[in-house]
């Protein structure tokens, strides 16, 4: 990341910024929070609601009600206020959720997070305060074309140990834009009850809200299960507004490091939403909006990437089921992913090589760890185009072709 910041900041303006997971502008989203801003500014108490108040530490208690009762009318599932907590983006959850459960115990033990699928979620990999948090399990490789793959989830192989805290897993995963299927969700969800131990959704992409999701999925939810949800994908990143759904013990301990780390939430995000949440229209946004926005680029990115490499080079693409990421698997590539990105580094193209997305997993002689790259096509269409050109190019170069 650090690497990524400073490409940046070197301004060169020709970088073909690829690397990052910053969500695209979407202009009808960005118009809808125009018009929230100039309501609450007009509302009476507006601003203050927004702005000049502490809310409680689990959040405000009308967002929290609107939340219960969307999911409730949505998917009928038996949630209450009690059930819900507001964190400083789903980051911060992820680091109040993962250090809750797991890390050094009070009688001196250790439980981990197992991570039933790598590629997963880069962001979490450094979140344990005191040292790695995860385990983690290598996939199946499910190839269905010449040029198309999918990962899927090895349950022969995935071990539920005493250790073992919490299951959890990103639902799309960045970075594969892979959708764990309603049986792998099922099956996942029966190990965890079955070991009286939480599972973990991660819903940063997911449904109904952003709903950058292209397959289909059933949300789902249990007693046992966690889910978390952002606004940052549906265009609201710069409030930092993340959900937790869970059990009310976990939800009440969320409340209380959220006191103890930051005192409240930031309000504003709370306040743009609740209208858009009370009346579901935060659902239309995302399925009418948001939805088709990223499912376009989608289309475009996969045909700009076959237009690039054609058949020259074997390569692969991760099967784009939802979030705003290539993943590409380039097997048997002389020199790794890293080079791979400093060479594309070189040439003003930014991804992020994928080593590091297989945290947790102690096989580093698994060769297909140094073979993969995330490309974001959040950008616009010709600086995802000319990128994977180059990408192609130096793919190319590194096989000698
Ligand atoms: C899978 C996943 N989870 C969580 C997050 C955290 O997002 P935020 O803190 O902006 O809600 C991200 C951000 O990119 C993500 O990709």
Redesign the pocket.
């Known amino acids: 990341m650090e690497d990524l910041g400073h490409a940046l900041a070197s301004g060169r303006t020709d970088l073909k910024m690829l690397g990052g997971?910053q969500p695209a502008r979407i202009p009808a989203m960005n118009a809808v929070w125009s018009q929230r801003l100039a309501e609450l500014a007009a509302e009476a108490g507006g601003i203050e609601r927004a702005m000049t108040l502490y809310d409680p530490p689990r959040g405000n208690p009308r967002f929290l009600a609107a939340i219960a009762n969307l999911f409730r009318k949505t998917f009928g599932w038996d949630l209450d206020p009690q059930n819900i907590a507001v964190t400083t983006?789903?980051?911060?959850?992820?680091f109040l959720l993962f250090n809750l459960l797991a890390g050094r115990m009070p009688d001196g033990s250790r439980r981990k997070i197992l991570l039933p699928l790598v590629p997963e979620?880069i962001?979490y990999a450094d979140q344990g305060i005191d040292g790695c948090l995860f385990r983690a399990v290598r996939p199946l490789i499910e190839k269905s074309g010449p040029h198309d793959f999918k990962y899927r989830v090895d349950f022969d192989h995935l071990a539920i140990t005493p250790d073992i805290a919490a299951i959890c897993a990103?639902r799309p995963?960045?970075p594969t834009g892979n959708v764990l299927t309603d049986d792998e969700i099922a099956c996942l969800a029966a190990l965890a009850k079955s070991h009286d131990i939480p599972l973990i959704i991660?819903n940063?992409?997911g449904a109904p809200f952003p709903g950058i999701i292209f397959e289909a999925a059933s949300p789902f939810w249990a007693p046992q299960v966690i889910l978390?949800y952002?606004?940052?994908?549906i265009g609201l990143?710069g409030t930092?507004?993340?959900i937790v759904i869970g059990p009310p013990e976990i939800i009440r301990a969320i409340a209380s490091m959220n006191a103890i780390v930051g005192l409240a939430n930031p309000s504003t995000g709370q306040q743009i939403l609740l209208p858009l949440v009370e009346s579901g229209e935060i659902l239309r946004l995302s399925r009418e909006v948001v939805k088709p926005f990223y499912q376009e680029k989608c289309r475009l990115a996969r045909q700009a990437a076959m237009d690039a490499f054609g058949d020259g080079v074997e390569w692969f693409m991760h099967r784009s089921e939802g979030?705003l990421f290539l993943w590409l698997w380039f097997p048997g590539l002389p020199i790794t992913s890293l080079e791979l990105y400093q060479r594309l580094k070189q040439r003003g193209v930014l991804v992020v090589p994928g080593q590091y997305f297989f945290f947790g997993h102690d096989q580093p002689d698994w060769p297909h760890r140094d073979e993969c790259i995330r490309v974001s096509y959040a950008m616009d269409e010709a600086t995802v185009r000319d990128g994977l050109r180059i990408i192609a190019e130096e793919v190319r170069k590194a096989w000698g072709s």
């Open positions: 997971g983006g789903g980051q911060t959850a992820f979620y962001g990103s995963t960045n991660d940063a992409y978390t952002s606004l940052s994908k990143p930092r507004t993340g979030a």
